[in-house]
C-alpha cells in the first residue's frame, strides 16, 4: 500500500489573548491543550472535512483566539482575512469534566465558521451551525448529550442538523457536506444546493430521515 500522504495547507498565523490569567477556566484550558497545536488540529479538521487540497481557501490570514470571562460558549467574528474567535472562561470552568475535548469540539466548530461559504449571506444559520458541528463530530468531539433527533425543522441547527448532515453524507456518499458547501461559494444559497448535491429536495432527506430515526428508535420520534 503507498504511504498516506498528509497534504501539504498553508495555515493562517495563530495569536491568543487571554484577558484573566487567573481565571479557573484560563488555569483549564493551558492544563489541557497547547493553544497553537489546538487550533491547528481544527483548521486541517476544517479543510479535511470540507475542502480538498484544490478547493482549500487561502483567505484566511490571521485566527486570534481570546478567551475571557463572558456569558453563552463561544462566536467568531472578523474580516474576511483576520479572524477572531471569543471563548468564554465561564463555560470552559462549567466544562471542567471533560474540558479537553469540549474546548477542542468548540475550537473545531468555530474555525469551521472562519472558513465556510454562506451563500452569500443567504444561506439558513441553522445549515451554518449544522456544518461547524457536522465537521465537530467528524472530527471525534461530539459531547456525550448530542443525538439524532428528527422534529418539524431540517436547520433546527447544532447537533440536530450536524446529525441530518451526517446521514446525508451517508445516504449520497463522502463528499455531499462538502459539495453543499462549495455551492455556497459564489452564488446565492437556495435549497437547490440540495437538488445539486444529492438529486433530492431537502424536504424529502428530511422526511427520509425522520422515518428512519422512528423505525430506529420510536422513543425520537417528533411531538
Ligand atoms: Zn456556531
Redesign the pocket.
Given at each position: 500500500m503507498p504511504p498516506t500522504v498528509t497534504p501539504h495547507y498553508t495555515l493562517p498565523k495563530f495569536n491568543i489573548r487571554v484577558e484573566d490569567l487567573s481565571h479557573p477556566g484560563a488555569v483549564l484550558f493551558f492544563d489541557n491543550v497547547q493553544p497553537a497545536l489546538a487550533l491547528k488540529d481544527a483548521v486541517l479538521a476544517s479543510f479535511t472535512h470540507l475542502y480538498t487540497p484544490k478547493t482549500v481557501p487561502t483567505h484566511v490570514k490571521l485566527i486570534t483566539l481570546v478567551l475571557r470571562s463572558m456569558d453563552g460558549v463561544?462566536?467568531?467574528f472578523g474580516s474576511h482575512t483576520d479572524k477572531e474567535i471569543h471563548f468564554s472562561l465561564d463555560y470552559i470552568k462549567a466544562s471542567e469534566h471533560r474540558a479537553r475535548d469540549e474546548i477542542l469540539g468548540v475550537l473545531v466548530?468555530?474555525v469551521v465558521?472562519c472558513f465556510q461559504y454562506n451563500g452569500k449571506d443567504q444561506c439558513p444559520g441553522g445549515l451554518?451551525?449544522g456544518i461547524?458541528d457536522f465537521v465537530r463530530l467528524h472530527a471525534g468531539y461530539a459531547p456525550p448529550h448530542w443525538q439524532a433527533a428528527g422534529g418539524d425543522r431540517w436547520d433546527a441547527g447544532y447537533d440536530r442538523t450536524a446529525y441530518f448532515l451526517d446521514w446525508i453524507e451517508k445516504h449520497n456518499g463522502e463528499g455531499t457536506v462538502q459539495k453543499i458547501n462549495q455551492l455556497m461559494k459564489d452564488r446565492k444559497y437556495t435549497e437547490y444546493v440540495f437538488i445539486e448535491a444529492t438529486g433530492h429536495g431537502v424536504d424529502k432527506l428530511w422526511k427520509m430521515y425522520c422515518a428512519l430515526l422512528d423505525k430506529k428508535s420510536p422513543k425520537l420520534t417528533p411531538n
Open positions: 463561544a462566536y467568531t466548530h468555530e465558521h451554518i451551525e461547524a
